[in-house]
Nanobody, 124 residues
């Protein structure tokens, strides 16, 4: 089992920045592909960013590419999502997930563990 706890959400103005963290505990964190997903009110879940165990391969959705940066610190069992140039349409609950395979689908199929999410609200 892997337990994931997100933090760092909150209210931010458009154009601002926010950094999300996801702390993992349980089984060996460094072996997992880590991803961030989000779900806006009334919308389907959406893949945001993902990173392989070594950090050697990183994936972004087109909607956040160039604005968001995913990173991980395996020594701290933590994955981060740095969000810059935030837009009101980035408002969503952001979820951290861990999986044994690379997953970039919006459904998150293949991710084995999920956090409970943290709300990011971007005001215009």
């Amino acid at each position: 089992q892997v337990q994931l706890v997100e933090s760092g959400g909150g209210l931010v103005q458009a154009g601002g920045s926010q950094r999300l963290s996801c702390a993992a505990s349980g089984r060996t964190f460094s072996r997992y592909f880590m991803g961030w997903f989000r779900q806006a009110p009334g919308k389907e879940r959406e893949f945001v960013a993902g990173i392989t165990w070594s950090g050697g391969n990183i994936y972004y959705s087109d909607s956040v590419k160039g604005r968001f940066t995913i990173s991980r610190d395996n020594a701290k069992n933590t994955v981060y999502l740095q969000m810059n140039s935030l837009k009101p349409e980035d408002t969503a609950v952001y979820y951290c997930a861990a999986g044994s395979t690379i997953t970039t689908s919006n459904s998150g199929y293949g991710m084995d563990y999920w956090g409970k999410g943290t709300l990011v609200t971007v005001s215009s």
